[in-house]
């Protein structure tokens, strides 16, 4: 029997998919359970209140909201609920960043999008494409409630430590010193 998800992860398109697996990866290496959902912002308007409806009944604790552009995902959704939403600036393809596709302001206008919602609709915003730290804000926000799960990210953050430790020495051993 499936866990209910305790997260949300939403995209304006299946193109955003790419990037947001990257909060999908970290959610699953914690055992945080999800849903994904492709909900458009202009395309699918009506399914905005739908969702954010749908997440507070599920029990879904966050809601992690992708999209280029304009951007204007999650903060419709954090118009529609109370949840805490998560937003992650796509930088489109053709971007310096990410040069297959063209776009004209390189995510910027993505991420100026939800960083500057109106007082009353708040959305915390990560860096362009960086939907792992979505993930893992989404983590953290859960484990205010579960101390299990508190644990899971204490070891994550610990073992990311050794590996910076261990790469330090490393380069101390090749003769490169620092202050």
Avoid: C, F
Avoid at 53 to 73: C, D, F, P, T, W
Avoid at 115 to 124: F, L
Avoid at 137 to 155: C, D, E, H, T, V
Wanted: charged share 15%; net charge positive; hydrophobic share 45%.
């Amino acid at each position: 029997m499936a866990r209910r998800p305790l997260a949300g992860i939403i995209m304006g398109s299946s193109s955003d998919g790419a990037v947001m697996r990257g909060a999908a990866g970290v959610l699953d290496e914690l055992g945080v359970p999800h849903e994904d959902m492709i909900i458009s912002a202009h395309r699918t308007p009506d399914r905005i209140g739908w969702y954010a409806g749908h997440a507070e009944k599920a029990g879904i604790r966050v809601v992690i909201a992708g999209a280029g552009g304009s951007a204007h995902l999650p903060g419709m959704v954090a118009s529609h609920t109370v949840l805490p939403v998560v937003g992650v600036p796509i930088v489109p393809a053709g971007s310096p960043q990410n040069p297959t596709l063209g776009s004209a302001l390189g995510g910027l206008d993505a991420l100026l999008s939800m960083s500057e919602m109106p007082s009353g609709t708040p959305v915390a915003v990560v860096g362009p494409n960086r939907a792992a730290n979505a993930g893992l804000l989404a983590a953290r926000i859960i484990a205010l409630g579960s101390p299990q799960l508190q644990k899971k990210l204490a070891a994550r953050a610990g073992a990311a430590r050794a590996r910076v430790e261990k790469e330090s020495a490393r380069l101390a051993r090749a003769g490169l010193r620092g202050p």
